[in-house]
C-alpha cells in the first residue's frame, strides 16, 4: 500500500519505506523527538492523517535535524529532507499536511 503526502513528496511512498525511514529516524533523533513522529514512521501508520501547521513545521524541524545527523544515510537523509520540506510547504501554507 501506498502513502501518498501532500505538498510536494514525489509519489506515493510503501508503507515499508516510511517504516525503514523510521528506524533511521529513531537512531537520529532523541527519544523526545522521536515520540513526537513516531505515530507516522514507526511502520503502524495505515489510515489517514491530517496534521495542522504547527506540528507539521515541527516534523519538518526534527525531519531536516534527523537527515543532517552524522549517522544517517544520505539516500535515507534525501528522503528525509523531502518529506521535511513538504511539511514546512504545509506549515507555511497555513494547511494540513495530509497523510493518506
Not at 20 to 41: K, P, V, Y
Not at 45 to 60: E, K, L, T, W
Request: glycine share 10%; net charge positive; charged share 25%.
Amino acid at each position: 500500500m501506498g502513502i501518498s503526502i501532500s505538498h510536494g513528496v514525489r509519489g506515493p511512498r510503501s508503507a515499508l519505506t516510511i517504516a525503514n525511514l523510521g528506524q533511521h529516524l529513531a537512531n537520529t533523533l532523541t527519544g523526545r523527538e522521536w515520540r513526537e513522529i513516531a505515530d507516522l514512521f514507526d511502520g503502524t501508520f495505515d489510515d489517514v492523517a491530517s496534521i495542522p501547521p504547527r506540528r507539521a513545521g515541527r516534523i519538518g524541524d526534527l525531519l531536516h535535524k534527523a537527515a543532517r545527523h552524522r549517522l544517517m544515510p544520505a539516500d535515507w537523509g534525501s528522503l528525509a529532507t523531502e518529506i521535511g520540506d513538504a511539511a514546512h510547504r504545509a506549515a507555511r501554507a497555513r494547511q494540513n499536511w495530509e497523510w493518506t
